[in-house]
């Protein structure tokens, strides 16, 4: 496998004061913020995000795919930074936290859609203040909603992801995305780079040819064989979990294409079909890849190739080295080791913003 970003990042600038990826998320027209982990800071992330944008010149609006914004921890019981929200920014939260929120604000809309704490509310912030998110709870709901934002002028979207769900950092979501790990995913700084690096991987998958784009988009069931004359074969698959997927009779196969989640069983048979193993392997983008780091980098590393259809710019990696139950991680050990496992600027934002 090629190398991601040739050099080594020293601690110094892992760990910079200014740091430069606001201007980066500036680029894009959205941002999902997402957590390996509960508690790996994602939500400190949010808020070191929402406190910098310059929402004198641009328009934000922030919601959560879950709920976000407790001051205590609703599984392990620790101490939550709650979300706080500028004058001028808009908001989707649940009529629930709509009530409670401690700030001035003005009502946008209220959508016909419910969740398990009401229908999702859209404000704006009158006055700074304080706010529990809760917005939608469905990937086409919350697609919906950034849509709707459009037509009051939004030039940027937040999306804050809920635990263990990284479909809110799906490309057909958002345009970017800020991952955040911890020791509350590994107390172990060798296992945490290794798991986080290859979250990374997949992140940073190439994208097919255009046309493949084109040809395999449309396709949303199945696992399908595009031939060397470009032509489109049906493998009678729905998953590429089926018991019933088999290649015989498949000759000059150039693409698989999975429509729904890879896994690393389909892996394991395309790496030792002889007949398959020049092929590509295409899926929409990294959230439908549900395989170890070990499978993947088997298969990797037997000449395989995997590429997506839609792929997210990862923006920044952020570090929170204090697990729930108190262990501590080494800081600059942590962020120097995995900015040189993944060959990008790794932040520890509470240090930081304590230097």
Same mark, same amino acid.
């Given at each position: 496998?090629?190398?991601?970003?040739?050099?080594? $990042?020293?601690?110094?600038?892992?760990?910079?004061?200014?740091?430069?990826?606001?201007?980066?998320?500036? /680029?894009?027209?959205?941002?999902?913020?997402?957590?390996?982990? /509960?508690?790996?800071?994602?939500?400190?992330?949010?808020?070191?995000?929402?406190?910098?944008?310059?929402?004198?010149?641009?328009?934000?609006?922030?919601?959560?795919?879950?709920?976000?914004?407790?001051?205590?921890? %609703?599984?392990?019981?620790?101490?939550?930074?709650?979300?706080?929200?500028?004058?001028?920014?808009?908001?989707?939260?649940?009529?629930?936290?709509?009530? %409670?929120?401690?700030?001035?604000?003005?009502? $946008?809309?209220?959508?016909?859609?419910?969740?398990?704490?009401?229908?999702?509310?859209?404000?704006?912030?009158?006055?700074?203040? /304080?706010?529990?998110?809760?917005?939608?709870?469905?990937?086409?709901?919350?697609?919906?909603?950034?849509?709707?934002?459009?037509?009051?002028?939004?030039?940027?979207?937040?999306?804050?992801?809920?635990?263990?769900?990284?479909?809110?950092?799906?490309?057909?979501?958002?345009?970017?995305? $800020?991952?955040?790990?911890?020791?509350?995913?590994?107390?172990?700084?060798?296992?945490?780079? %290794?798991?986080?690096?290859?979250?990374?991987?997949?992140?940073?998958?190439?994208?097919?040819?255009?046309?493949? $784009?084109?040809?395999?988009?449309?396709?949303?069931?199945?696992?399908?064989?595009?031939?060397?004359?470009?032509?489109?074969?049906?493998?009678?698959?729905?998953?590429?979990?089926? %018991?019933?997927?088999?290649?015989?009779?498949?000759?000059?196969?150039?693409?698989?294409?999975?429509?729904?989640?890879?896994?690393?069983?389909?892996?394991?048979?395309?790496?030792?079909? #002889?007949?398959?193993?020049?092929?590509?392997?295409?899926?929409?983008?990294?959230?439908?890849?549900?395989?170890?780091?070990?499978?993947?980098?088997?298969?990797? #590393?037997?000449?395989?190739?995997?590429?997506?259809?839609?792929?997210? #710019?990862?923006?920044?990696?952020?570090?929170?080295?204090?697990?729930?139950?108190?262990?501590?991680?080494?800081?600059?050990?942590?962020?120097?080791?995995?900015?040189?496992?993944?060959?990008?600027?790794?932040?520890?934002?509470? #240090?930081?913003?304590?230097?």
């Amino acid at each position: 496998m090629e190398v991601r970003h040739p050099g080594r $990042i020293s601690n110094r600038q892992s760990c910079e004061r200014v740091l430069p990826f606001i201007d980066e998320i500036l /680029k894009h027209d959205s941002l999902s913020i997402v957590g390996l982990e /509960k508690n790996t800071g994602k939500t400190e992330s949010l808020k070191y995000v929402l406190d910098r944008l310059p929402v004198e010149h641009k328009r934000i609006a922030v919601t959560s795919i879950g709920i976000d914004g407790e001051t205590v921890d %609703q599984v392990t019981r620790t101490q939550k930074p709650e979300i706080a929200l500028r004058e001028g920014m808009y908001f989707g939260t649940s009529e629930m936290h709509y009530r %409670q929120r401690r700030l001035v604000s003005e009502l $946008i809309d209220v959508s016909d859609e419910t969740t398990s704490l009401g229908r999702v509310v859209t404000a704006r912030a009158l006055t700074p203040g /304080k706010i529990l998110l809760s917005g939608p709870s469905s990937g086409s709901s919350l697609r919906r909603w950034m849509r709707d934002m459009r037509q009051y002028g939004i030039d940027l979207v937040i999306i804050d992801g809920a635990l263990s769900r990284l479909s809110s950092a799906s490309p057909a979501v958002s345009q970017s995305m $800020i991952l955040a790990t911890g020791a509350a995913y590994s107390a172990n700084i060798t296992t945490l780079v %290794q798991k986080t690096a290859h979250v990374v991987d997949l992140v940073n998958l190439e994208l097919t040819c255009e046309d493949n $784009i084109r040809l395999l988009s449309p396709l949303e069931k199945g696992v399908w064989c595009l031939d060397t004359d470009g032509c489109l074969h049906d493998l009678n698959a729905l998953t590429s979990l089926s %018991q019933e997927l088999h290649f015989d009779g498949v000759d000059h196969c150039a693409t698989l294409y999975v429509a729904g989640a890879l896994v690393g069983t389909f892996l394991d048979k395309v790496r030792q079909n #002889k007949s398959l193993r020049q092929a590509e392997i295409v899926v929409r983008d990294f959230t439908k890849i549900f395989v170890t780091p070990q499978q993947f980098r088997l298969f990797i #590393k037997g000449g395989g190739r995997i590429r997506v259809l839609q792929r997210s #710019k990862l923006i920044a990696v952020t570090v929170n080295p204090t697990s729930p139950s108190g262990y501590v991680l080494d800081s600059d050990m942590l962020c120097g080791k995995l900015s040189e496992a993944i060959g990008l600027p790794v932040y520890d934002l509470l #240090k930081n913003n304590r230097q």
